[in-house]
Every structure is written in C-alpha cells, then in structure tokens.
C-alpha cells in the first residue's frame, strides 16, 4: 500500500426512507443493509466496507433519527451521536423531492453542536424522480442547514453519478491503511444478516402498526454442507393480537414472510436455505431494559 491510500469512516445521516441503505448496497454491489418502503428499517448501527485500489470507505449506516417515543429511541439517537462524533467523515442523505422538515433541521443542529467536525458531503438523493422545479429550488434550502457541506445531486437506485460521489468522499478520507481485510464486507456475521432478512420481510408484508414491534431472534443456524443452511428462527411480536395477524390465517402470512426471506438469504449466501419461523408474544420488548439488551440493542 502506498501513501497515497485513503481509509477511515463515513457516518451516513439522514432522515428514514431518503435512500441510505440503498446507497450503502449500491457503493458495495451487495445487499447488506436491508431496504423496505417504510422508516425505520435500518436499527442497528452496521458497517459497510468497500475496499479499493486507492482507498477503504467503511461507511457507518446509522439508524434513522426520529423523536425518540420508546426506550430503544433514545438509544437509536444516542448511538447515532456519537457515530458522527467518531466518523472522518459525515454524508448527510435527503430526497431532492421533498424540502427539508424538521428532522433535517434536527440533524444540522447536532451537526453543529459536535465537537469535533469533520468534512460534510450533502448527497440529495432520488434525482430520477424530481422534477425541474424541484431540481431548483429544492437543493439551496438544504444547503442552508449545512453550508459547509459539498454538494452532490445523485440516484441511488438508479445509480446516478455515485462515481463522482465516491471521489469526492474518498479525497476528503484521511490518508491511512486499510482498517479491514479486503474481503470482509460487513461486521455483521451472516446469521445476524439472516435475521435482519427475517425483519424485513416482515415490514414488506405486515400492515403499519406491527412492523415497529417486531423483532427477530436466529435460534439455530447450521450448515448441511451441500444441502445448504438449516435455520430456525423466532418473530417476536409485543401483543397477543399481533401473533394472528404475523401467522394470518391458516399460517398463510407466515408462509408468505418465510418464503420471501429465505429468498432473499439464499441471494445473500449464494447458497440453498431451509427457513422455519415461529411467532412468539414478548410484551411491551422496545421499553424494557431486559429485552433490549437480550435482543442486543
Ligand atoms: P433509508 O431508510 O434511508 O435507509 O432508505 P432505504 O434505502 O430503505 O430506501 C427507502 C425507499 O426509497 C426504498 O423504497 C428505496 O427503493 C427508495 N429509493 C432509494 N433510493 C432511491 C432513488 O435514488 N430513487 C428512487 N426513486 N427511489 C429510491
Ligand atoms: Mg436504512
């Protein structure tokens, strides 16, 4: 490695659903962080690592910044503080659709308020779909929350000047050596990623007011050599209700849930996998101490 190799930590912020992890799967090729049409699907803070000729980026996916309405809130804000406060460098996401609320006022005042600043990239995400009008008003009224930041207009999804974006992130990253081994992705261990799978599925399916209480324990995972990976795991709900639901009727919703993420852990691996769920009741989960610390928030 020459001294001209760049490494050090990106902090993704910004509000739910302006595209962050399907940006960090874009940079990385990879589905690693799960993606779903509703907010909050991202929890846990998780690393994504790119590695390069010139330079390792590991981005930080931080949890989306809300206010904060149960104990596993106020964690997800806490963690994303201090996740800024360590990066080299913060990537502040939002949709060029919408005009900044105040959760992006929020953001700019943490920003503000870190003691340590490092450089701030303001990507504005989903281009493919603004239109002129929006494309010109909407980019300076961001740009006023954090006007030191470095402006960059992209497309996640539709992969729109994400090269340019990397030079610009890669020429603000100290000088240093690669932090990780060039084949490691991610800090999270496939069955954790399974897990994850498991919870996504569930928000893709279940109606608005279950998805939040769901969490998602890995009971068993274990390789059957050729025959692929045997994996057992439990959807914890907070209500009696929710478990009928989760299951649906004649366990047809449960099916549904199952089918789709054994897909999609099957894509992960790149290898077969046998799924089996069950649905347990762990009432009122996201405010207990306890269970947070179980379910390892
Ligand atoms: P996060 O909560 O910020 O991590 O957001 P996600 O990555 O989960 O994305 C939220 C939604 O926005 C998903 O339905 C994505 O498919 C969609 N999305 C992300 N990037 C783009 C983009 O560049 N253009 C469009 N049209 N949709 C996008
Ligand atoms: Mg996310």
């Given at each position: 490695?020459?001294?001209?190799?760049?490494?050090?930590?990106?902090?993704?912020?910004?509000?739910?659903?302006?595209?962050?992890s399907?940006?960090?799967n874009?940079?990385?090729?990879?589905k690693i962080a799960p993606v779903s049409?509703?907010?909050?699907t991202t929890?846990?803070?998780q690393?994504?690592?790119?590695?390069?000729?010139?330079?390792?980026?590991?981005?930080?996916?931080?949890?989306?910044?809300?206010?904060?309405?149960?104990?596993?809130?106020?964690?997800?804000?806490?963690?994303?503080?201090?996740?800024?406060?360590?990066?080299?460098?913060?990537?502040?996401?939002?949709?060029?659709?919408?005009?900044?609320?105040?959760?992006?006022?929020?953001?700019?005042?943490?920003?503000?308020?870190?003691?340590?600043?490092?450089?701030?990239?303001?990507?504005?995400?989903?281009?493919?779909?603004?239109?002129?009008?929006?494309?010109?008003?909407?980019?300076?009224?961001?740009?006023?929350?954090?006007?030191?930041?470095?402006?960059?207009?992209?497309?996640?999804?539709?992969?729109?000047?994400?090269?340019?974006?990397?030079?610009?992130?890669?020429?603000?990253?100290?000088?240093?050596?690669?932090?990780?081994?060039?084949?490691?992705?991610t800090?999270l261990y496939e069955r954790d990623l399974a897990g994850e799978l498991v919870r996504e599925s569930c928000l893709i399916?279940?109606?608005?007011?279950?998805?939040?209480?769901?969490?998602v324990?890995i009971?068993?995972f274990?390789?059957?050599?050729?025959?692929?990976a045997?994996i057992?795991a439990?959807i914890?709900?907070?209500?009696?209700?929710?478990?009928?639901?989760?299951?649906?009727?004649?366990?047809?919703?449960?099916?549904?849930i199952g089918a789709h993420a054994r897909k999609e852990i099957e894509e992960m691996s790149?290898?077969?996998v046998?799924l089996?769920l069950?649905?347990?009741?762990?009432?009122?989960?996201?405010?207990?101490?306890?269970?947070?610390?179980?379910?390892?928030?």
């Amino acid at each position: 490695m020459s001294e001209n190799y760049h490494s050090g930590f990106v902090a993704i912020m910004g509000r739910p659903n302006v595209g962050k992890s399907t940006l960090v799967n874009a940079f990385l090729q990879q589905k690693i962080a799960p993606v779903s049409p509703r907010p909050q699907t991202t929890r846990r803070k998780q690393l994504g690592i790119l590695t390069l000729e010139n330079a390792q980026v590991i981005f930080v996916d931080t949890p989306g910044v809300h206010q904060p309405r149960h104990k596993l809130g106020e964690k997800m804000n806490a963690e994303a503080m201090k996740t800024l406060e360590e990066s080299d460098l913060i990537l502040f996401i939002a949709d060029v659709t919408v005009f900044p609320g105040d959760d992006d006022n929020n953001l700019a005042g943490w920003v503000a308020k870190l003691k340590q600043r490092p450089p701030i990239i303001l990507a504005l995400n989903k281009m493919d779909r603004a239109s002129n009008q929006q494309l010109e008003d909407i980019p300076s009224a961001y740009h006023q929350l954090v006007p030191q930041a470095q402006l960059h207009l992209i497309s996640a999804s539709k992969r729109q000047n994400l090269e340019e974006l990397l030079t610009s992130i890669i020429n603000l990253l100290p000088f240093g050596m690669p932090l990780f081994s060039e084949a490691q992705l991610t800090d999270l261990y496939e069955r954790d990623l399974a897990g994850e799978l498991v919870r996504e599925s569930c928000l893709i399916y279940l109606q608005d007011e279950i998805p939040h209480g769901i969490t998602v324990r890995i009971d068993q995972f274990t390789e059957r050599n050729e025959h692929g990976a045997y994996i057992e795991a439990t959807i914890f709900v907070e209500r009696e209700s929710h478990k009928g639901i989760v299951i649906g009727q004649n366990g047809l919703m449960l099916k549904k849930i199952g089918a789709h993420a054994r897909k999609e852990i099957e894509e992960m691996s790149g290898r077969k996998v046998f799924l089996s769920l069950r649905v347990k009741v762990s009432k009122n989960w996201r405010n207990s101490e306890k269970m947070l610390r179980r379910f390892n928030y």
